[in-house]
């Protein structure tokens, strides 16, 4: 997989990522949902953390907004760090399946990234209205934006029979997690790196060997 095959796909995943939100931030108020399939809703939420909505204010003592910059610049050193090793491995002809992998997990935290770093300053909030693009009130600042997710699959979603010890009567969800085009291209990246690891990695490993 070369140089121009990975940019192409980069950029096809941040385009759909980004007209996905867009669209949802432009036409959904916060909290509202479409139905599309029993398992499947549109359901538009905002993360101000990480991964589950994980907040470093929740682990750290530290304010909301602190750890919210802290987050913002850690994921841009981060996707430095994947670019760089990206383009390190392509150069290197190195296999196939590493590169498709990396370049999924480079556009995903790109896609995220650009969430959080411009959001803030192009939308109003989504508080009870349908938020506008290139607002003259945004919601936040430079490297404040919230990411922007939407797909939800609720596959069971039922209640615990009471008869069952401590759970009894209470709601059971599963798939409950909220996310997004980018997320998934992530989940599919480091997927592809876990189920092939070593045919992603069939070269090092060779040289390694001699």
């Known amino acids: 997989m070369n140089l121009k095959k990975s940019l192409v796909l980069i950029l096809a995943v941040l385009i759909v990522d980004q007209v996905s939100k867009i669209y949802i931030k432009t036409h959904f108020q916060l909290g509202e949902s479409v139905t599309v399939f029993n398992w499947f809703k549109i359901l538009f939420i905002e993360n101000e953390g990480a991964a589950w909505g994980t907040k470093l204010s929740d682990i750290l003592p530290i304010s909301d907004s ?3 910059l802290i987050l913002t ?6 996707i430095v760090g994947i670019g760089y090793w990206l383009y390190d491995i392509i150069s290197k002809k190195s296999s196939r399946t590493l590169i498709l992998a990396l370049s999924l997990i480079f556009a995903g935290a790109l896609g995220n990234i650009l969430d959080s770093v411009f959001y803030g300053v192009i939308f109003n909030d989504s508080y009870n209205q349908v938020a506008t693009l290139f607002s003259n009130e945004p919601y936040g600042s430079l490297f404040y934006g919230k990411v922007v997710d939407m797909l939800y699959f609720p596959m069971v979603d039922t209640t615990w029979p009471d008869w ?3 759970f009894g009567g209470n709601n059971f ?3 409950e997690p909220v996310f997004n085009i980018a997320d998934t291209a992530i989940s599919t990246g480091v997927g592809i790196l ?3 690891n070593k045919k992603a990695f069939e070269k090092k490993e060779e040289s390694q060997n001699l």
């Open 164 to 166: 069952v010890p401590y």
């Open 73 to 78: 610049v850690f994921r841009l050193f981060a």
């Open 194 to 196: 876990i189920v092939f």
């Open 66 to 68: 602190v750890g919210k």
């Open 173 to 175: 969800r599963f798939f």
